[in-house]
C-alpha cells in the first residue's frame, strides 16, 4: 500500500508565501514523476508543476517565476515553494506521484488526499 501525504496549506494574505509537502510512504520501489495539481471551486483539476526523477521541471504558464517544484528522493518527498501569491491561486493543492512498487511490476498513479490554500485580497 502505498500513501501520499499533504501538509503546509492554509491562510496567506496576497503576495506572501507558503510551502507544501507531499511525503511517499508505503510499499515503494521508486518514483519517476511527481507533480502539484490544484482545483478550484467549479473549476477542473488542473496541473501547476512537475518534477521528473531526474529534476526536469515544468510549470503552468500562470504560476512560472512565482512557483518552485524540488523533490527529495531519499525522503521521497516532494515540496512546492509558492512564493508572490494571488487571490486566483486559491484553490485545493493535491500532490502527484507515479511509482513502481517491484522493479518487474507496473507504475500507478498515486494522489495525495488534498490541501487547501486560500490567498486573501
Known amino acids: 500500500q502505498v500513501q501520499l501525504v499533504e501538509s503546509g496549506g492554509g491562510l ?4 506572501g ?16 514523476n511527481m507533480g502539484w495539481y ?5 473549476e477542473q483539476r488542473e496541473l ?17 517565476g512565482r512557483f518552485t517544484i524540488s ?3 531519499a525522503k521521497n518527498t516532494v515540496y512546492l ?6 487571490p486566483e491561486d486559491t484553490a485545493v493543492y493535491y500532490c502527484n506521484a507515479v511509482i513502481k512498487q517491484s522493479p518487474w511490476g507496473p507504475s500507478y498513479n498515486y494522489w495525495g488526499q488534498g490541501t487547501q490554500v486560500t490567498v486573501s485580497s
Do not use: E, H
Open 12 to 15: 496567506v494574505q496576497a503576495g
Open 17 to 32: 508565501s507558503l510551502r507544501l509537502s507531499c511525503a511517499s510512504s508505503g510499499s515503494i520501489f521508486s518514483i519517476d
Open 38 to 42: 490544484r482545483q478550484a471551486p467549479g
Open 48 to 64: 501547476v508543476a512537475t518534477i521528473t526523477s531526474g529534476g526536469t521541471t515544468n510549470y503552468a504558464d500562470s504560476v512560472k
Open 71 to 73: 523533490r527529495d528522493n
Open 81 to 86: 515553494q509558492m512564493n508572490s501569491l494571488k
